[in-house]
């Protein structure tokens, strides 16, 4: 019965290392479209990857911008409308896009600094605690390659 038990006594820091380090949620792909307007908001868009357990998504902050906020586009009655959103679920495994036309962050006045710059740093907030540091690229509207509109603009008009 030794050899048995001293294996299991190896391979137990073993397992609970694996358990203490699971392949967490990340981030990429985020990019903020930037209002033509200094008054109107600017959207920003991302793709959360889940890692080994679910987790949500609870806020976004950054330092480079006046506000931030999660939103959804949904159609109702024919229309195009917005909503906020307080959490958004991330399942293990699962990829949560936010793109043109669906979720995306709403941003207020981002800053000149970051402007010039061409990127800003945005904190991603889990509800298990974790904090993701994320650089969005900065694209100014005639280089987005869209009309300038669908997310941007006044919050009944998507
Ligand atoms: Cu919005």
């Given amino acids: 019965m030794r050899g048995p038990l001293a294996l299991i006594a190896l391979m137990a820091p ?13 981030i990429d792909q985020a990019w903020v479209r930037l209002s033509p307007g200094k008054d109107t908001p600017s959207a920003g868009y991302f793709v959360a990857h889940g890692g080994d357990a679910d987790t949500q998504l609870r806020g976004v902050l950054t330092d480079y911008a006046l506000k931030v906020e999660m939103h959804e586009s949904v159609e109702q009655n024919g229309m195009m409308t917005m909503k906020p959103l307080s959490s958004v679920d991330i399942p293990a495994k ?6 043109p036309g669906g979720k995306h ?10 402007i010039g710059r061409g990127k800003m740093q ?4 889990l509800s298990n605690g974790d904090r993701l540091l994320v650089d ?17 603009g006044n919050h009944s008009g998507h």
Avoid: H, Q
Wanted: proline fraction near 8%; charge should be negative; include cysteine.
């Fill in 105 to 114: 962050l709403m941003i207020w006045g981002v800053n000149d600094t970051a």
């Fill in 122 to 125: 945005l904190t991603f907030l």
């Fill in 94 to 99: 699962g990829t949560v896009a936010f793109a």
């Fill in 136 to 152: 969005a690229v900065i694209r100014k509207p005639e280089a987005a390659g869209a009309p300038a509109a669908m997310d941007m």
């Fill in 14 to 26: 073993l397992a609970l290392s694996a358990c203490g380090d699971p392949a967490p949620t990340y």
